[in-house]
């Protein structure tokens, strides 16, 4: 089954006060990368997080972002520093006697210090904190496999379609890759007529010879064996169980190297210009090759 290796998910999950919200994309990679942006509460679990996406992703760069919500925070928000409260109420006294004042301190002049009222710190339940976050993330995982199964089944379609046009246009290269040995036999008569004109013509025998030769030099019999072979065999990994680009990415440089090797021994311009054809089609093909997983 194939897969692309670009996609977007976003899951969350709330248990108790505690809310996780998860954001996964992902994108080409050659292996599985991470970029995991997590709050201070679950930096511990970044690995355990990772371990969640490997089990859904073989390949691609995985950036997550994680967002932790605790409604209990609204709750008893602050809270009151008394030691400081008193000391610097016994400090506006010493103030006032000094000074021989006659108003008394106010709760304004006290609560105008800095860090007498201070957020309460509370410590989040981090057994209830990886509860909600690793169901979030794993939510998050299988709709990212999912939305990458959907992409992989466009990119199938059109890689497919692709193939089909490279072996209908290979049927036509079989027809002209015939004309190669005739094509040479001829171009060799009409140059030796040229260097022979006048004389003796040339022993027929030895230019049977001369033609096997170069009919042997610009055969290009195994690379049509070959690429019907890859053809078949992209058509395999294509349909496998699991989606495997690289193995897919590979076919597409043999398919490339024996496309190559045809046009340097290319007779014709027409045959010149159906090999320029397959490698546009073939590089059409690699683009999308690198989408997959």
Not at 133 to 157: C, F, P, W
Request: a negative charge; proline letters at 2%.
């Amino acid at each position: 089954m194939i897969k692309s290796m670009t996609a977007f998910a976003k899951a969350a999950h709330t248990k108790d006060t505690v809310t996780a919200e998860v954001i996964v994309r992902s994108y080409n990679s050659r292996h599985l990368d991470f970029a995991v942006y997590l709050p201070e509460t679950c930096q511990e679990f970044e690995e355990d997080i990772k371990k969640i996406i490997t089990r859904f992703h073989q390949r691609g760069r995985m950036e997550i972002r994680i967002t932790i919500q605790d409604d209990s925070m609204d709750q008893d928000q602050f809270a009151v520093d008394e030691t400081k409260a008193a000391a610097y109420f016994k400090a506006l006294k010493q103030i006032q006697t000094c000074l021989n004042l006659s108003c008394e301190p106010t709760l304004e002049q006290v609560l105008s210090a800095r860090n007498i009222v201070v957020p309460a710190a509370r410590q989040l339940d981090q057994k209830l904190l990886w509860q909600v976050v690793s169901l979030a993330v794993e939510t998050a995982a299988l709709e990212l496999d999912n939305m990458r199964q959907k992409e992989g089944s466009h990119i199938y379609q059109d890689l497919m379609f692709r193939m089909d046009a490279i072996e209908g246009q290979m049927v036509l290269v079989k027809e002209q890759v015939k004309e190669i040995p005739i094509l040479y036999k001829k171009r060799l008569e009409e140059r030796l007529a040229k260097l022979t004109f006048g004389k003796e013509g040339i022993d027929p025998v030895r230019l049977a010879q001369e033609v096997a030769m170069l009919a042997d030099k610009s055969d290009v019999s195994e690379e049509m064996v070959r690429i019907v072979s890859h053809i078949s065999q992209f058509r395999e990994v294509m349909n496998a169980d699991r989606s495997q680009g690289q193995k897919l990415n590979f076919l597409i440089q043999e398919f490339n190297r024996e496309f190559n090797t045809i046009g340097s021994k290319a007779g014709n311009a027409a045959l010149s210009h159906m090999v320029v054809d397959l490698k546009s089609r073939l590089e059409k093909i690699r683009e999308q090759v690198q989408n997959i997983e």
